[in-house]
């Protein structure tokens, strides 16, 4: 994809990661943000007028699919297509079951934002993407130049490393983490007829709030760098995008699941 006047929606873009994306692709694009703080995005737009059109942030507590429902119907009054849908919010406990302090509540709020929330906005703004599509088949028939860039729309799915082998501890994100990476492969042969394109990142520990007090090894990297990988990402035609460490991890796995499963039990 080339990402010049696309229509985007980016979930989790107010922070970390998707902050760092969202300052890259709002640079020509216009782009919808979801999440609960808009104060560093509305400081960004400060410091850069001229950009400040191309960016609207919509109100989504992932964790409450009432929200999640009335951001949907937000933006199908803002757009008519969409060209990108990157689901970037997730949230990890790192926790294990044995904790006395352990709350329960952690349980569902991680499967929602991580993985419930990801289906509803895949489901429902489906549409949108099918005539962003739709809209530059039409335009290619009058034109008469095919390009496969400008006529496929992308779901983008932010994945983990933990996706491939868990860890002991945050038991539950490492299963939502799996569970995407399944749900992504199946909507993509859902989708293998259309011209929407499943997408994954499978990305190492980053530098974040999330992560702030664990991995301190050498394979963390910024969020400033996993959002570039991520951009370069979506210019590529393929489905899986392996960054930074995870592309050794995939390969140990192919080779020796076991070993796999060994080093990551302590990660």
Do not use: W
Not at 53 to 74: G, H, M, P, R, W
């Amino acid at each position: 994809m080339t990402l010049i006047n696309k229509q985007i929606v980016l979930t989790g873009g107010t922070a970390g990661i998707g902050f760092e994306l969202a300052k890259k692709l709002a640079q020509n694009n216009q782009l919808i943000v979801l999440g609960r703080d808009n104060a560093q995005l509305e400081k960004f737009k400060a410091d850069n007028p001229p950009l400040a059109n191309n960016l609207i942030f919509i109100y989504c507590d992932l964790a409450d699919l009432n929200s999640t429902i009335k951001a949907v119907e937000q933006i199908q009054q803002i757009c008519t297509s969409l060209d990108l849908l990157i689901n970037n919010a997730a949230i990890q406990y790192a926790t294990t079951f044995l904790d006395t302090d352990y709350k329960l509540a952690q349980i569902q709020q991680e499967i929602t934002i991580n993985l419930t929330s990801v289906a509803i906005l895949c489901h429902a703004l489906l549409p949108l993407l099918q005539q962003s599509t739709h809209s530059n088949k039409q335009q290619l028939n009058h034109n008469h130049q095919p390009n496969q860039n400008q006529s496929q729309a992308i779901i983008l799915n932010v994945n983990s490393g933990l996706a491939i082998a868990p860890k002991s501890q945050s038991a539950i994100y490492c299963a939502t983490k799996a569970a995407l990476n399944h749900f992504s492969l199946s909507l993509n042969y859902q989708l293998k007829n259309s011209q929407v394109k499943v997408q994954q990142c499978f990305l190492p520990v980053v530098d974040t709030n999330m992560t702030k007090n664990r991995a301190k090894d050498k394979g963390k990297i910024s969020a400033v760098a996993a959002a570039k990988a991520i951009f370069q990402a979506l210019t590529t035609n393929q489905t899986q995008i392996d960054i930074g460490k995870v592309k050794l991890l995939r390969i140990i796995n192919r080779l020796s699941p076991s070993l796999a499963m060994k080093i990551m039990e302590k990660a």
